[in-house]
């Protein structure tokens, strides 16, 4: 069960990272260890770091943890592995660059029969490792360039994603973060919950949100495995399951969301 995590906001805020303790409010006791990774935006280029080792064990956790310069976008991804064996190759986020746009994905869920869709074998030789959710990144990438080509504005990469989104929630729970550029999309769907028996069966909601529109986050905001400082004006957060006690909304299943500088754009369901 991956644990996951977005940031977007108005302005650069400091963030002090605790991805062993993000990882232990989601799903520690089942073993949520097979690797990290966490991504930080810095103009048109973005930090990348990942490890697939447990955060507790990792020195470059405890240097992000530090060091980490302040940022308005930021991407995070705790892994317990469905498919493919503990690697680097197969830790989120994954990256690859279009056209000159950085692009970064992270997902939970586990997608069944991908490898066998026809549009997905000739990507079966650009995957680096051996996961469902790279595959399904290439798939995503590959839908653009087709659909979507460089120069088409948001809305139409949007479409793109809300439909490419429908058709892997029909192969298995598919919840999405999905970093291109300087926009957040996201896809809540279902996953698998914490309870007094152990995991679930996957069940909605997929994603929790937070905003600052319309609530009182002022100042500093303390959320389990992210101590946010000097919080902007606008912002927006995604995890797996609530991180804090502020107002965060259970998504509903379906949800396909637009966020840019820590504002949401254009939400809406799937049919």
Do not use: K
Request: net charge negative; aromatic share 8%.
């Amino acid at each position: 069960m991956c644990e996951l995590y977005a940031m977007s906001a108005s302005a650069p805020m400091r963030v002090r990272y605790d991805l062993d303790r993000f990882a232990a409010e989601g799903g520690e006791r089942h073993q949520n260890r097979d690797g990290w990774g966490i991504v930080f935006s810095d103009g048109h280029d973005a930090h990348w770091f990942r490890e697939p080792e447990p955060a507790s064990n990792s020195p470059l956790d405890r240097f992000v943890r530090t060091h980490a310069a302040p940022h308005r976008l930021a991407l995070a991804h705790v892994r317990r592995s469905s498919q493919g064996v503990r690697s680097l190759a197969n830790t989120h986020p994954f990256r690859r660059v279009r056209h000159g746009r950085v692009q970064h994905f992270a997902q939970n869920g586990t997608l069944h029969g991908l490898e066998q869709l026809a549009e997905a074998a000739p990507l079966l030789a650009e995957r680096v490792g051996e996961t469902d959710s790279e595959l399904a990144f290439l798939l995503l990438l590959e839908r653009l360039e087709q659909q979507a080509p460089e120069g088409s504005d948001r809305p139409a990469r949007q479409r793109v994603f809300a439909a490419f989104c429908r058709d892997m929630a029909a192969l298995g729970p598919a919840n999405f973060i999905w970093l291109d550029g300087d926009t957040l999309f996201v896809h809540a769907d279902r996953r698998r919950h914490e309870t007094d028996q152990g995991l679930s069966a996957p069940r909605a909601p997929g994603l929790h949100m937070l905003r600052s529109e319309g609530h009182a986050l002022r100042g500093r905001h303390d959320c389990a495995g992210a101590a946010i400082e000097n919080l902007s004006e606008h912002i927006v957060l995604f995890a797996s399951v609530p991180l804090s006690r502020g107002p965060w909304q259970p998504l509903p299943q379906g949800s396909v969301l637009a966020v840019a500088d820590g504002r949401l754009l254009e939400p809406f369901i799937l049919e």
